[in-house]
T-cell receptor, first 110, second 113 residues
Framework: GEDVEQSLFLSVREGDSSVINCTYT??????LYWYKQEPGAGLQLLTY?????DMKQDQRLTVLLNKKDKHLSLRIADTQTGDSAIYFCAESGSFQKLVFGTGTRLLVSP | NAGVTQTPKFRILKIGQSMTLQCAQDMNHNYMYWYRQDPGMGLKLIYYSVGAGITDKGEVPNGYNVSRSTTEDFPLRLELAAPSQTSVYFC????????????FGPGTRLLVL
């Protein structure tokens, strides 16, 4: 079945780079997504990558996809305190149904 | 545009009570979804709809019902509330193409005692 796994917690200092990792099981996933959830709020799409791409860069965000190992990562450059949130990896399961990971809580300290 | 709106924001139910969680979107999206998020967990899909009059079960549909009489509204019904349904419920919508982002509402926090 479809399964997405993430580490639970990451702590970094302001200005450092953050790397959040994710592994997934469904090799037929067409798109892989990163969502951000701030306290008390819904999920906000940060970025997504098509499965035939290796890398996608969007300002401070870099997504790397290793399709062979079914590994996805999100790198946030120059991490700010406002980046503190829970980050969810998701894969596109059967048509338009997303399968979410458990989320990685990122804590950025000054 | 208001985007995706949900009401209520918070509710406490007694075991066995029923309630309807409301969800509406003003983006003319075809697809709508209901998820639940348990503490420390990812989102699990309860039900989804690909258009007015069409609904289908997601991963965890037991104890819930939905209807989709209009494009804009997608209410979620709990008939006999149980403590296991204590969760945060998120509604989302998307236009429908596979690469289209899902837009999420702010969530409804439900506590069943």
């Amino acid at each position: 079945g479809e399964d997405v796994e993430q580490s639970l917690f990451l702590s970094v200092r302001e200005g450092d780079s953050s790397v959040i990792n994710c592994t997934y099981t469904d090799s037929s996933s067409t798109y892989l997504y990163w969502y951000k959830q701030e306290p008390g709020a819904g999920l906000q799409l940060l970025t997504y990558i098509f499965s035939n791409m290796d890398m996608k860069q969007d300002q401070r965000l870099t997504v790397l996809l290793n399709k062979k190992d079914k590994h996805l990562s999100l790198r946030i450059a120059d991490t700010q305190t406002g980046d503190s949130a829970i980050y969810f990896c998701a894969e596109s399961g059967s048509f338009q149904k997303l399968v979410f990971g458990t989320g990685t809580r990122l804590l950025v300290s000054p | 545009n208001a985007g995706v709106t949900q009401t209520p924001k918070f509710r406490i139910l007694k075991i066995g009570q029923s309630m309807t969680l409301q969800c509406a979107q003003d983006m003319n999206h075809n697809y709508m979804y209901w998820y639940r998020q348990d503490p420390g967990m990812g989102l699990k899909l309860i039900y989804y709809s690909v258009g007015a009059g069409i609904t289908d079960k997601g991963e965890v549909p037991n104890g819930y019902n939905v209807s989709r009489s209009t494009t804009e509204d997608f209410p979620l019904r709990l008939e006999l509330a149980a403590p296991s349904q204590t969760s945060v419920y998120f509604c989302a919508s998307s236009y429908g193409r596979i690469q289209e982002t899902q837009y999420f509402g702010p969530g409804t926090r439900l506590l069943v005692l």
